[in-house]
């Protein structure tokens, strides 16, 4: 497989998580804490900046999920491999992904923690692959929209090669 090609480089990253820092932390000023979940494995380096640009009180939680069969030519179902540790019941959450394709993880995820009785939720992904949407989901805060290709980089993969590549790149997986 070739080097992953450019698509969105570290500094268009830097630039726009700031953004969507200041953004998050206006919309919950005055809200209290609040809770990051990260969606693990790849929302890892997203979480990190993220957080740590955020000028409200948070604190982070992770949960884990994975879909049925191989991660690029799934079916849509979803299996939950770790819950979140923390209680969340009553308290704003925000769940952090790293891309959003299908939907089908975000929407099984919004059920997951609804069940704990959070006071809100609602969703951030840095990559948004609008024309895969599968299932109508909302996105409240969406870094950069994507064309239908698969991407690897800042905490995303491809059989968990690339995941720790600066940047944002595009591989062909039948390479
Ligand atoms: P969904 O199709 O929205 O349920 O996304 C399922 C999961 O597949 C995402 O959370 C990612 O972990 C993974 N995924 C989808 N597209 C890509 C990609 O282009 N690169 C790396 N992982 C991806
Ligand atoms: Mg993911």
């Known amino acids: 497989m070739d080097k992953p090609a450019l698509l969105i480089s570290e500094e268009d990253i830097r630039k726009r998580v700031a953004e969507l820092a200041e953004q998050i932390s206006s919309d919950y000023a005055d809200k209290g804490d609040l809770v990051l979940i990260g969606v693990l494995k790849g929302s890892f380096i997203f979480l990190a900046d993220l ?34 540790r923390g209680n969340i019941e009553n308290r704003h959450v925000l769940i952090v992904e790293d891309i959003v394709d299908t939907g089908h993880t975000l929407k099984y995820l919004i059920g997951v923690l609804e069940s ?26 969406v870094g950069f929209g994507i064309g239908n290709e698969w991407v690897v980089g800042y905490g995303l993969d491809f059989a968990e090669r690339d995941r720790t590549l600066p940047y944002i790149g595009t591989v062909t997986p039948d390479d």
């Open 51 to 84: 957080s740590r640009r955020l000028t409200i009180p948070r604190t982070i939680e992770f949960i884990a999920v994975s879909s049925y069969g191989h991660a690029s030519a799934h079916t849509g179902a979803v299996r939950l491999v770790m819950d979140v």
């Open 116 to 141: 704990h009785r959070p006071a809100s939720i609602r969703a951030c992904t840095l990559l948004h692959k609008a024309e895969a949407a599968e299932v109508d989901v909302s996105i409240d805060y």
